[in-house]
T-cell receptor
Framework: KQEVTQIPAALSVPEGENLVLNCSFTDSAIYNLQWFRQDPGKGLTSLLL?????REQTSGRLNASLDKSSGRSTLYIAASQPGDSATYLCAVRPGKAAGNKLTFGGGTRVLVKP | GAVVSQHPSWVICKSGTSVKIECRSLDFQATTMFWYRQFPKQSLMLMATSNEGSKATYEQGVEKDKFLINHASLTLSTLTVTSAHPEDSSFYICSARDSGLGSNNEQFFGPGTRLTVL
């Protein structure tokens, strides 16, 4: 059974610092891995999706890497801003078929202090 | 990106009543939708997989008679919480998987519905 772990569970940094969020998964047979952002009381916003054949994806200040063999992904957020404060979730998908279910990590709550 | 809507965004009801939550994919077709439940400061817990035109598949421990799911069209799934009780109060999130040709079956999430049962 796939298990996804996110460490740390919470993180507080001063504005301007780079953020490093970790995600690990136990079964390396994945189809893709996705990083989401969730603001309090809101739904999930997809940030980056990395296919199993890819090693990284970038969007603006965000960069996500994937090392499938070691079961790890890292989300980097450069030059953090107070608006980056949110909970970040990673999720892995086992296969392409429509019925394949995402397995979520517990999330990392991020606070960026002005 | 693709948009998934949920209605209502929040609802307060009395204990014993039933509440229906709608999940719509606005600009794509979804043969598969998922219903999640989220408790405060916790991650998402998958409740069931909703399949268009067939019965939903429920996760272990989720009562199918209490959480009725109907996926009558390629753009709409509904979750009905029957005979709601205070312990059913939670944040319910749906997601829809793009089943269109050329898509990679990416999954998109709705904004969630906050249910409070008095």
């Amino acid at each position: 059974k796939q298990e996804v772990t996110q460490i740390p569970a919470a993180l507080s940094v001063p504005e301007g610092e780079n953020l490093v969020l970790n995600c690990s998964f136990t079964d390396s047979a994945i189809y893709n891995l996705q990083w989401f952002r969730q603001d309090p009381g809101k739904g999930l916003t997809s940030l980056l999706l990395i296919q199993s054949s890819q090693r990284e994806q970038t969007s603006g200040r965000l960069n996500a890497s994937l090392d499938k063999s070691s079961g790890r992904s890292t989300l980097y957020i450069a030059a953090s801003q107070p608006g980056d404060s949110a909970t970040y979730l990673c999720a892995v998908r086992p296969g392409k078929a429509a019925g394949n279910k995402l397995t979520f990590g517990g999330g990392t709550r991020v606070l960026v202090k002005p | 990106g693709a948009v998934v809507s949920q209605h209502p965004s929040w609802v307060i009801c009395k204990s014993g009543t039933s509440v229906k939550i709608e999940c719509r994919s606005l600009d794509f077709q979804a043969t598969t939708m998922f219903w999640y439940r989220q408790f405060p400061k916790q991650s998402l817990m998958l409740m069931a997989t909703s399949n268009e035109g067939s019965k939903a598949t429920y996760e272990q421990g989720v009562e199918k008679d209490k959480f009725l799911i109907n996926h009558a069209s390629l753009t709409l799934s509904t979750l009905t919480v029957t005979s709601a009780h205070p312990e059913d109060s939670s944040f319910y999130i749906c997601s829809a998987r793009d089943s269109g040709l050329g898509s990679n079956n990416e999954q998109f999430f709705g904004p969630g519905t906050r249910l409070t049962v008095l």
